[in-house]
């Protein structure tokens, strides 16, 4: 079992020696190291102080979080502590593997530096913003080559897992799905903060498209009969008619010639 002893207001710890967890503290504390390097690569990340990192089974107390205990991951912002209650850790690793349970201490240092930066979301959008800081910092680690073969699985399934349905508690943290996306998109675009316009997509500017233009309209004639609605017609008959009749006298004067000149 472990000891716990409260030393100037904040929680220490006495562990024994055959303590070990299934994801085992060494990798945890290898983890805290990474955290630090990575926090060191994001905005204003090199001027803050790094939270302490205070692992323990049971229930932990702090007189700089007053509340009736801290039983489950937590960052108090008091002391400038993450609490990692192992049990949940060896539960998590059991499940879903050992990097699912290293991530959750990824997500409590995302709220210490959200803190830390004055940039931290009231409710659920803290919470999904401190997943996002898990899933760059899974990246960073990749890039490093420091993940193995579903690693990246193990996380994902973990915080899908730590999703809640519970969308009007005062204590909701983001549904299984909402916990998904937030640790894929900071993998894939990488953390920022969540006032830095970075964050929001940009959006291009949609084509200018020209309302298509009226093809000019040909008049129909209703009523073909009707010389008001289809002059040139008309006009061209008429002629036609007159040409005809001035042929035809033509003709009729030539003959009364001809008869003349006979007689």
């Not at 912002?77 to 499940?95: R, W």
């Not at 042929?247 to 003349?260: C, K, L, P, S």
């Amino acid at each position: 079992m472990l000891a716990l002893v409260v030393i100037s207001g904040a929680v220490d710890i006495a562990w024994p020696m055959n303590a070990a967890a299934g994801w085992d503290l060494e990798h945890a504390g290898a983890v805290e190291d990474l955290l630090g390097d990575y926090i060191g690569t994001l905005p204003e990340g090199k001027e803050i102080e790094l939270p302490r990192l205070f692992i323990y089974k049971g229930e932990a107390f702090s007189r700089a979080c007053p509340q009736s205990g801290i039983d489950a991951p937590a960052y108090c912002p008091g002391d400038h502590t993450v609490y990692l209650e192992i049990s949940l850790g060896d539960a998590v690793a059991t499940q879903f593997g050992d990097f699912g349970a290293l991530s959750i201490i990824a997500h409590e240092f995302g709220h210490a530096y959200l803190f830390k930066t004055n940039a931290h979301p009231p409710g659920k959008d803290g919470e999904l913003a401190a997943d996002a800081f898990a899933g760059g910092f899974a990246r960073y680690v990749e890039i490093r080559g420091l993940l193995e073969p579903g690693d990246l699985d193990e996380a994902r399934s973990t915080f899908e897992a730590v999703g809640d349905y519970e969308i009007h508690h005062h204590d909701h943290h983001g549904t299984p799905m909402e916990r998904r996306q937030a640790f894929n998109d900071g993998y894939l675009k990488g953390f920022r903060l969540p006032v830095d316009p970075q964050t929001r997509p940009t959006e291009a500017p949609e084509p200018s498209i020209a309302p298509p233009q009226p093809r000019p309209s040909v008049p129909v004639n209703p009523n073909p009969t009707d010389p008001a609605a289809a002059p040139l017609p008309v006009i061209g008959l008429g002629l036609a008619g007159i040409v005809v009749v001035i042929m035809i006298a033509t003709i009729v004067m030539m003959v009364n010639r001809a008869g003349d000149d006979e007689f």
